[in-house]
């Protein structure tokens, strides 16, 4: 792929509004890394990414303004199956995030229980971590902190051995490892209008004894602008972007959600070599409730009927409004 130079000049003329710098940037980055191999999986790839910040960056704990927690399950290539017809090799994925900010230590915490499936190999995560908050020029920058344990399980018996003479796959055992590992990230937000974050996930890269299982430090650059379009305050545009990098494997996805007065909004969503999404969802007594499917594009298509994803969020309001000040007049003490 080659990108010309007059291509790069009508990026540059967008980005006078700062979501366009980030995506930019990703461009840029994607423009050198594209003779690189695209192709694998990096962790937790979800399509309602835009919606689901903790999952990648620690330092948007806090950034939502009161207790947010968010679940989600995700099934991938749903209906995928092996050559012997089991149906039990989808990936699947189900998490929850919880964060809240406490002005007490000037920042915010967050956590998440994570958990993948794929075949004989279960994942599970729990994150924990702590933000640090900071207004800078119009909005609220943060720099977190992140320690994750993982608990990866192998279960051979679950695998149909060729060579029934190999004694470790028809052993019918389990093999498990916990891992720890760290994550940092900076996010800066103005609010109601931009976003962008970087983050750098399973840093160590560290190795499990049992299952030989190593974790791929994965870096993450996202990305959101929230436009209301001129005359019709109604309607908003939300254009938001996801790059993923671990050293080797190169992927991003690209969306724009259409809001109806805060309360309903849908929208197209695409991730490189993999899939375009459809996305819709709606706020209702202060849940969000989203649905994604993905119509796969590689193919993978032809073995599976894509990938279906639910999330609910909700968000108690913790923090009040600082109270005016006031004064009183003397003759009245």
């Known amino acids: 792929m080659t990108i010309t130079t007059g291509w790069y000049m009508r990026i540059i003329m967008l980005c006078c509004k700062p979501f366009y710098i980030s995506v930019f940037i990703a461009l840029m980055i994607f423009n050198v890394l594209w003779k690189q191999e695209c192709f694998g999986q990096q962790p937790s790839i979800i ?55 406490i002005r007490a230590i000037h920042g915010g915490i967050g956590g998440m229980v994570s958990q993948d499936k794929l075949g004989a190999f279960k994942n599970t995560v729990v994150k924990l971590g702590y933000a640090y908050k900071a207004e800078i020029g119009p909005g609220i920058f943060s720099a977190g902190l992140q320690v994750g344990f993982q608990n990866g399980k192998f279960d051979y018996s679950k695998l149909h051995a060729v ?90 996805s690209v969306s724009g959600l259409l809001w109806y007065n805060n309360k309903f909004y849908g929208g197209l969503a695409y991730r490189l070599q993999d899939a375009a999404s459809i996305l819709a969802g709606l706020m209702i007594k202060g849940f969000r409730i989203g649905l994604a499917y993905d119509i796969g594009v590689s193919k993978m298509m ?21 109270l005016k000040r006031s004064y009183r007049n003397t003759r009245y003490l």
């Open 302 to 322: 032809t073995y599976s009927n894509g990938s279906f994803e639910v999330m609910l969020n909700y968000v108690l309001k913790i923090e009040t409004e600082k």
């Open 163 to 252: 060579n029934t003479s190999d004694p470790l796959l028809t052993s019918n055992q389990a093999k498990s490892d916990m891992i720890f590992d760290l994550g940092l990230g900076l996010f800066y937000r103005i609010p109601d209008k931009f976003y962008v974050g970087l983050s750098g996930d399973q840093l160590l890269q560290s190795q499990g004894k049992n299952t030989s299982y190593r974790l791929q430090r994965t870096f993450y650059l996202t990305g959101g602008y929230n436009w209301e379009i001129p005359n019709h305050p109604a309607f908003q545009l939300q254009p938001s972007s996801i790059v993923m990098f671990d050293g080797s494997v190169f992927t991003f």
């Open 47 to 101: 399509t309602n990414y835009m919606f689901n910040n903790m999952v990648y960056n620690p330092a948007y704990a806090g950034q939502s303004g009161g207790i947010s927690i968010t679940g989600m399950i995700r099934e991938q290539w749903f209906g995928f199956k092996d050559s012997e017809g089991y149906g039990t090799w989808s990936p699947e994925t189900m998490f929850l995030t919880v964060d809240a900010p």
